[in-house]
């Protein structure tokens, strides 16, 4: 009779299966290595595989579920996925990864009610709302499971048809019948776009009501960095007309703030996403982050945006502006014109301030916002050129109260663009 094999003591226990129990077996799976064996998947494949950074983002999950698309259900959708930009397909791709475990038998227990799931795309902060999620539902006559868009009366949904591959409990790759795209996903992205290197200064100059902002920016030297954002999700500006910086009141001076603080309240007039105007008319979650917010952090610097007696309305916490006008809208860059300065409470305190209350003058109401070649001031210069902020004091003591003041406003006044422009950046 054979000796019974040898009991290993608890302290000889080979150190390989501590690490096989401590390291996620997800770490090491190459997801489209997983499917390559499996031919109906290989268009979804091509895919997966063409977007090599998703393998990075994946090898930091330990327990996903992968809803792949089958070669028969996929032709329909091969033109979609062609027009898109790389990071669109790679967008579109992180929605078919579920940031949850589910094996064959855990679907067929989701409860009727459903279950709402977060995908590797909500995780990158483009998905507005928690439209970057997914609702897994289950027909309890059919026990059919569903998979859809958290956003009511979304026209893109999947079911699920068969199991591919499971590796307890990393990983799960399901077959469904369509591919999915998240509620506001622009699909036409990749043929709309003009070519990247938009001059934003030029286009505030042509707008001929923004010609502080476009010297303010040439002066920070952030509007290259603006251009540089282009890409990607793109970028939406706020920009103040001239009249609106005009109306600031005395106890607010933008020139004497350090150059720092000047270049943090520009990228406060900025989100770092590409929104047309009925988006923002509809923007889902209303405080949104800018650019100013990723530098000094998060929850800071974010601006909240909703829609105010049939205007887009603009609320840095301290200050409200409407948009009234667009002067740029082609993505991936939407650039708008706004009533007031948009002020920072964390710079400029908490305290609401009053624009546009200047002895003897009134505030303009906020007008419907306009396209550019319907935008009334587009053919006129702006009635404020003459007198930007930090150029008005000095036109008043150089005047000495007297008639000189008016006829040194018409000067300038009669100046073009370019010269005004100038004349502002050297005082």
Same mark, same amino acid.
């Given at each position: ?35 390559? $064996? ?31 698309? /089958? ?56 998905? $507005? ?20 868009? $958290? ?88 920009? $103040? ?13 933008? +020139? ?63 200050? +409200? ?8 809208? +082609?993505? /991936? ?95």
């Amino acid at each position: 009779m054979a000796p019974p094999p040898p009991i290993l003591h608890s302290r000889s226990t080979p150190i390989f299966l501590l690490l096989a129990v401590l390291i996620p077996a997800a770490a090491s799976i190459d997801i489209a290595s997983v499917l390559s $064996p499996y031919p109906d998947f290989s268009s979804f494949t091509a895919l997966l595989s063409s977007t090599p950074s998703l393998a990075n983002e994946i090898a930091h999950r330990s327990s996903i579920t992968l809803l792949a698309v /089958p070669n028969a259900y996929f032709s329909s959708s091969v033109d979609v996925t062609r027009r898109l930009s790389p990071t669109a397909l790679a967008d579109l791709l992180r929605y078919h990864i579920l940031l949850q475990f589910f094996s064959w038998s855990d679907l067929r227990r989701v409860p009727p009610a459903g279950l709402l799931v977060t995908t590797l795309y909500q995780t990158t902060g483009r998905a $507005p709302s928690n439209f970057g999620s997914v609702n897994v539902t289950r027909n309890p006559a059919t026990n059919a499971v569903s998979i859809h868009s $958290p956003a009511a009366y979304s026209p893109s949904n999947a079911t699920v048809l068969s199991l591919v591959k499971t590796i307890p409990y990393n990983l799960t790759i399901v077959s469904v019948n369509s591919l999915l795209v998240p509620y506001g996903f622009d699909l036409m992205a990749s043929e709309t776009r003009p070519p990247l290197g938009l001059n934003i200064t030029k286009a505030l100059i042509d707008g001929h009501n923004f010609f502080v902002a476009a010297s303010m920016l040439s002066a920070s030297g952030v509007v290259e960095e603006f251009e540089a954002d282009e890409g990607g999700a793109g970028i939406t500006l706020f920009v $103040p007309t001239d009249a609106a910086f005009a109306d600031l009141p005395g106890t607010v001076s933008l +020139q004497s703030l350090p150059a720092e603080k000047k270049a943090v309240v520009l990228k406060f007039h900025v989100l770092h996403s590409y929104y047309p105007l009925g988006s923002l008319e509809s923007i889902v979650n209303p405080v949104q982050p800018t650019l100013a917010t990723e530098d000094m952090g998060a929850g800071r610097y974010t601006l909240n945006i909703s829609r105010v007696n049939g205007s887009v309305a603009i609320n840095s916490g301290i200050v +409200q502006a409407s948009v009234t006008q667009t002067v740029f809208d +082609q993505n /991936p860059v939407a650039i708008f014109g706004v009533s007031n300065v948009l002020l920072p409470k964390e710079i400029f305190g908490k305290n609401p301030i009053s624009m546009g209350s200047k002895p003897g003058k009134s505030a303009d109401p906020p007008r419907a916002s306009l396209s550019p070649e319907k935008s009334p001031d587009t053919e006129a210069q702006p009635s404020h050129l003459s007198s930007p902020p930090g150029i008005r004091e000095d036109i008043k003591s150089a005047a000495g109260g007297g008639g000189g003041g008016g006829g040194l406003r018409i000067l300038l006044s009669s100046l073009p663009p370019s010269c005004t422009v100038l004349l502002y950046l050297l005082v």
